[in-house]
Protein backbone atom coordinates (compact mmCIF):
# COMPACT_ATOMS: atom_id res chain seq x y z
CA UNK A 1 0.00 0.00 0.00
CA UNK A 2 1.39 3.46 -0.66
CA UNK A 3 1.93 6.22 1.52
CA UNK A 4 -0.03 8.38 -0.07
CA UNK A 5 -3.49 5.70 -0.19
CA UNK A 6 -2.87 5.54 3.49
CA UNK A 7 -3.10 9.40 3.94
CA UNK A 8 -6.30 8.84 2.10
CA UNK A 9 -7.81 6.46 3.35
CA UNK A 10 -7.58 8.03 6.87
CA UNK A 11 -8.41 11.52 5.24
CA UNK A 12 -11.35 9.85 3.50
CA UNK A 13 -12.79 7.58 6.79
CA UNK A 14 -12.26 10.93 9.08
CA UNK A 15 -13.24 14.16 7.42
CA UNK A 16 -11.34 16.67 8.49
CA UNK A 17 -8.28 14.96 9.71
CA UNK A 18 -4.97 16.39 9.42
CA UNK A 19 -2.62 13.25 8.38
CA UNK A 20 1.23 13.39 8.34
CA UNK A 21 2.09 9.72 7.29
CA UNK A 22 6.12 8.61 7.78
CA UNK A 23 8.24 5.97 6.80
CA UNK A 24 10.87 6.09 9.05
CA UNK A 25 12.69 2.59 8.16
CA UNK A 26 11.89 3.71 4.15
CA UNK A 27 10.70 -0.08 3.93
CA UNK A 28 7.02 0.84 3.03
CA UNK A 29 5.88 -1.72 5.45
CA UNK A 30 6.32 0.26 8.74
CA UNK A 31 4.89 3.17 8.99
CA UNK A 32 3.88 6.20 11.54
CA UNK A 33 0.84 8.04 10.87
CA UNK A 34 0.28 11.43 13.17
CA UNK A 35 -3.71 12.48 12.84
CA UNK A 36 -5.23 15.38 14.44
CA UNK A 37 -9.07 14.88 14.77
CA UNK A 38 -11.70 16.68 16.45
CA UNK A 39 -13.41 13.69 16.28
CA UNK A 40 -11.37 12.54 18.62
CA UNK A 41 -12.46 14.67 21.31
CA UNK A 42 -13.50 13.19 24.16
CA UNK A 43 -12.14 9.90 23.21
CA UNK A 44 -9.35 7.88 24.79
CA UNK A 45 -6.37 6.89 22.93
CA UNK A 46 -6.93 3.29 22.56
CA UNK A 47 -10.22 4.49 21.04
CA UNK A 48 -8.74 7.03 19.06
CA UNK A 49 -6.46 4.32 17.56
CA UNK A 50 -9.30 1.76 16.99
CA UNK A 51 -10.73 4.47 14.34
CA UNK A 52 -7.97 4.53 12.54
CA UNK A 53 -7.14 0.97 13.02
CA UNK A 54 -10.77 -0.08 11.61
CA UNK A 55 -9.89 1.44 8.10
CA UNK A 56 -7.19 -0.95 7.47
CA UNK A 57 -8.21 -4.18 8.73
CA UNK A 58 -7.56 -6.26 5.72
CA UNK A 59 -4.49 -4.49 5.44
CA UNK A 60 -2.79 -5.15 8.46
CA UNK A 61 -3.62 -8.98 7.52
CA UNK A 62 -1.57 -8.89 4.68
CA UNK A 63 0.87 -6.35 2.92
CA UNK A 64 0.64 -2.98 6.32
CA UNK A 65 2.84 -4.71 8.76
CA UNK A 66 3.02 -2.34 11.13
CA UNK A 67 1.34 0.98 11.63
CA UNK A 68 2.32 3.30 14.45
CA UNK A 69 -0.01 6.22 15.53
CA UNK A 70 0.35 9.02 17.60
CA UNK A 71 -3.10 10.60 17.80
CA UNK A 72 -4.41 13.70 19.32
CA UNK A 73 -7.47 15.75 18.78
CA UNK A 74 -7.75 18.88 17.28
Same mark, same amino acid.
Request: aromatic share 6%.
Given at each position: ??? @??? =????? %?????????????? %????????????????? =? @????????????????? =???????????? @??
Amino acid at each position: MQL @SEI =KSRIE %NGLSGAQVEILDPF %NDGVHIKAVVVYSGFDG =K @SLIQQHRMVYDLFQEEL =KGDLHALALETR @SG
